[in-house]
């Protein structure tokens, strides 16, 4: 019994020292956390326990002043008043049992040790002391994340990287905070949307709460403020916050208080928005408001709500341009204060035609939300600076992201047509917008991409095959989740790329791959046609392409307002209008080898005019479809392609990288024409079908790899064997068996046609060698 005591009171005085050296070692993130969590459960108390919320309340206190209060007393007495302040007022609502006034001060404690927070890492850098300011900053919130913002992380990259000794404290002091102010005038303006919504439901904790919370967040932001609009105007605007925080916490009218509160915030931005970052919200906004009408046209039918997925995603993309407008409305009213308005207004009006849809009050017809969008994009085309308009591929980076969202949700409530709809979406601005620049700068992740929104079958599934197989939402959030890893790393990997230089340069280096291709197949099908008369089917060819030529122009002027309609069906009509090219070119590959490579020779040819497609009529209609199709699937591809980086350089400066690119092509054109021409007939002719059979192979390669993204065929890698994305690109060889073995199918066509018809010749000839003999 006596061992058993002693154990106990060593015990005892063992755990007594714990308190302070886990004080004193406690890391000030931690602290804070548990401030917050035990005033909370002291709130919670309050009612029914109010010993047991003394007793929160003192350990709250005492954390406070051991381990956080040293150091803001030196570098944030303001702060550390206001937490005091703030603790004495929790202790009178205690005592009390005034639980409103209890919420109220545990949120002006809350945001008083944030402000000191704040204040000590800013200071810390101001000094250069990033460690100190490492330390600090978990001391923090953040801006909530939602399908149109990310929680910031600015200030850690730049605090770690200022610690590291790779960024000057100063540029990390820039970073910090730009970061903190964004995240805590997010959170105002929620505090503030908080008193205005809990006042309407009469939850009076809530708004009291809310109020104190608008107020401490404001605090934080007061310096940023001062140096914006002087003392004077603090001084009202802090005011204002006073009284709506009285308001709230007391339950008296807040529309006065609260009016006086926006107009004191009205055009304030605590933390400016750099170039950059204007581009990135200005692109949100143009991309998010254009799908709008589309999904609400998809989801209205004769006055009706048919598909209730549509009309919310319709309401999520007009939320996101607003949050884009709103980010951006500070610096707009600047600019013109009156087209800003009409703007506002603009979307209040679009705003209510979508909410009444969505609760079936009043249903518009879609032609209605689609002039009222026209309206707005063409007043904010006005307003909104012509640098913001360029394409920022962040902001489609950002849209695809939404839609994809979108997709999860679908899959979720098991609606796998709207998914794959949703799908659609992401993969069509994913063509339209950053693929561009990826083929020219960053062509790895091509295959990838496409590989996680198609069909792939690597260790994890292609959305388009997860979807069509209606598989678990957890398996699809997989991909989801490899796919974002994905995209995270092109966008990285383009950032930089969007100069006027690296953009005339992607569409120089988009017009001479395509072109090069239409150059080859023109070559070798029109050297084949050069003596007597085979060059009258010259001209179908000719007119084949000059109708892909003027059907690609036509596509281009069509694009300008429908690119992403179109851009959702691109990979499938490219995989159509290839199958169609590659069908004809088999058949004008065997009518060369038999038709032309040897009955050119024969002194008899004008006697032997048995047409390949049944009748001269059929063998024109022929060339004239494989002159357009051969084309027209790289003036399309083309198309897309540019008018993507239209929107990103200009037209002028993509002009530019085109008239390059047709230079280039023209050149080559011209070495090989002129090549066929001084070849003696017979060279050119095996040249010639060189060539045709080598085009051939890299169109089977590029077809079959359309073919397997689209679903159209399977996918079997070969895993052995690794192939450079140069490989495809130029010559369409993939690490696919079907790929390569349709490849080889191809070419064994080509090579049993020159076999064939070889045959053929010979036992053409013996009857007159025979007659010779005789």
């Not at 009043?362 to 994009?377: G, I, S, Y």
């Not at 050119?600 to 063998?619: D, P, T, V």
């Amino acid at each position: 019994m006596h061992r058993c005591c002693t154990a106990l009171l060593i015990g005892i005085l063992a755990l007594l020292p714990l308190r302070p050296a886990a004080a004193q070692t406690m890391a000030p993130g931690q602290a804070g956390e548990q401030i917050r969590a035990t005033l909370l459960q002291a709130q919670f108390a309050l009612a029914s326990e109010p010993a047991a919320a003394t007793v929160d309340l003192d350990a709250a206190a005492t954390t406070y002043t051991e381990v956080l209060a040293p150091a803001l007393r030196a570098a944030a007495p303001a702060a550390d008043q206001r937490t005091a302040a703030g603790f004495a007022r929790a202790r009178q609502a205690l005592r009390s049992g005034d639980t409103p006034a209890f919420a109220a001060a545990r949120a002006q404690i809350w945001t008083a040790v944030l402000q000191g927070s704040s204040a000590v890492t800013l200071g810390a850098l101001a000094s250069g002391d990033p460690v100190t300011a490492q330390r600090w900053l978990p001391l923090r919130e953040y801006r909530h994340a939602t399908r149109f913002s990310r929680p910031n992380a600015d200030a850690t990259r730049a605090v770690r990287a200022a610690a590291a000794g790779s960024l000057a404290p100063a540029e990390a002091l820039l970073a910090a905070r730009a970061d903190l102010f964004d995240t805590y005038q997010a959170r105002l303006h929620e505090a503030l949307a908080t008193v205005q919504a809990a006042d309407a439901q009469a939850f009076a904790t809530r708004r009291a709460e809310a109020g104190a919370l608008a107020e401490g967040y404001f605090a934080i932001l007061a310096p940023a403020y001062a140096e914006q609009r002087g003392p004077a105007a603090l001084a009202t605007a802090e005011t204002a916050l006073t009284r709506l925080r009285q308001a709230a916490e007391a339950g008296e009218p807040i529309a006065g208080p609260l009016a006086a509160v926006e107009q004191a915030l009205q055009g304030f931005r605590a933390a400016p928005l750099s170039q950059a970052e204007q581009q990135r919200r200005a692109g949100q906004l143009m991309r998010f408001l254009s799908l709008v009408p589309i999904e609400y046209g998809r989801g209205v039918r004769n006055g009706q709500v048919t598909i209730d997925l549509e009309i919310r995603e319709a309401i999520t993309f007009h939320a996101g341009a607003r949050a884009a407008f709103d980010d951006l409305r500070t610096a707009l009213e600047q600019h013109d204060p009156a087209t800003t308005a009409r703007v506002a207004d603009q979307f209040d009006q679009l705003g209510t035609y979508l909410a009444n849809a969505g609760n079936r009050s009043a249903v518009v017809d879609p032609p209605v939300v689609t002039q009222a969008t026209e309206t707005l994009r063409s007043d904010l085309t006005t307003l909104l600076p012509a640098e913001w308009l360029k394409q920022d591929s962040g902001a489609d980076f950002d849209v695809i992201a939404t839609a994809l969202d979108q997709m999860e949700q679908a899959v979720a409530a098991g609606e796998y047509a709207l998914a794959e709809s949703a799908r659609l979406e992401a993969y069509a601005i994913m063509e339209i917008g950053p693929e561009a620049k990826l083929i020219a700068f960053a062509p790895r992740f091509k295959p990838l991409l496409e590989g996680y929104f198609w069909y792939g079958q690597g260790e994890h599934k292609g959305l388009a095959y997860l979807i069509e197989q209606r598989a678990p939402a957890a398996e699809i959030a997989a991909t989801r989740a490899e796919l974002n890893k994905a995209l995270a790393e092109a966008e990285q990997a383009l950032a930089g790329n969007n100069a006027p230089a690296a953009v005339a340069t992607n569409a120089a280096v988009i017009v001479f791959r395509e072109g090069l291709e239409a150059v080859l197949i023109l070559a070798s099908l029109l050297g084949s046609l050069k003596v007597g008369a085979q060059r009258r089917f010259r001209r179908p060819l000719w007119i084949g392409t000059a109708l892909a030529l003027l059907a690609t122009v036509i596509t281009w002027l069509v694009a300008r307002g429908a690119l992403l309609a179109m851009a959702r069906f691109g990979e499938k009509l490219e995989a159509i209008v290839s199958l169609i090219a590659i069908a004809v070119l088999l058949l004008i590959t065997n009518w060369f080898f038999h038709d032309v490579y040897w009955k050119g020779w024969m002194s008899n040819f004008h006697q032997q005019k048995r047409r390949i497609l049944g009748g001269e009529a059929g063998q024109w209609l022929g060339l004239i479809t494989l002159g357009f199709a051969s084309i027209y699937r790289e003036g399309f591809e083309t198309v897309l392609f540019l008018q993507a980086l239209v929107l990103e350089g200009g037209t002028p400066v993509v002009l530019v990288g085109v008239a390059v690119g047709l230079a280039l092509t023209i050149l080559v054109g011209l070495a090989v024409f002129g090549l066929q021409a001084r070849l003696p007939h017979k060279k050119m002719l095996i040249v010639t079908g060189v060539l045709i059979g080598a085009v051939l192979l890299q169109m089977v390669g590029n077809t079959v790899n359309v073919l397997q993204v689209v679903g159209w065929l399977p996918l079997h890698p070969i895993r052995w064997l690794g192939l450079p994305y140069w490989s495809g690109f130029w010559f369409g060889l993939y690490p696919t068996w079907e790929g390569i073995g349709l490849q080889a199918a191809a070419a064994i066509f080509v090579i049993g046609s020159y076999v064939l018809a070889e045959q053929l010749h010979r036992r053409a000839q013996r009857p007159k060698e025979s007659r010779a003999m005789a």
